[in-house]
């Protein structure tokens, strides 16, 4: 190799990062829009779909930043960074994203209605925090 491909070369773990457009802002702002019209009908049904939305939503401005990730658990591992200084709220989108999993893949799992606005107000809050969504 020559010695400006030495210089430039990326390193095996370097993980391209981008930014989110005012295109993908607003197409979060949209979606959230939805997403507070399944919560305002109160049911259990709608707070379930509100949560695995919510859970999309977040991966699409995840997979916005982080292109070159394939799954969201390595884009959630990659983002940890940006919540320097509040990884509370890095923590509760974690919980709010295997709550989202226990959801989608156990079909007993059984969702209060109380914790699913927690949850949701995570996701919220995340995506407050990772500027995709103005609070």
Known sequence: MGLLSNLFRRKDNYVGEARLTLFDQNFVKENWAKIEE????GKPSNLRSAVIDADKLVDFALKKIYPSLDNMG???KQVKPKFEGNYQIYDQL???HKVRNELVHNINFDLPSVQAKLVLENFKQALVHLGALVG
């Open 38 to 41: 399944q919560i305002s009908l």
């Open 74 to 76: 390595a884009r959630l």
């Open 94 to 96: 974690w919980f709010a």
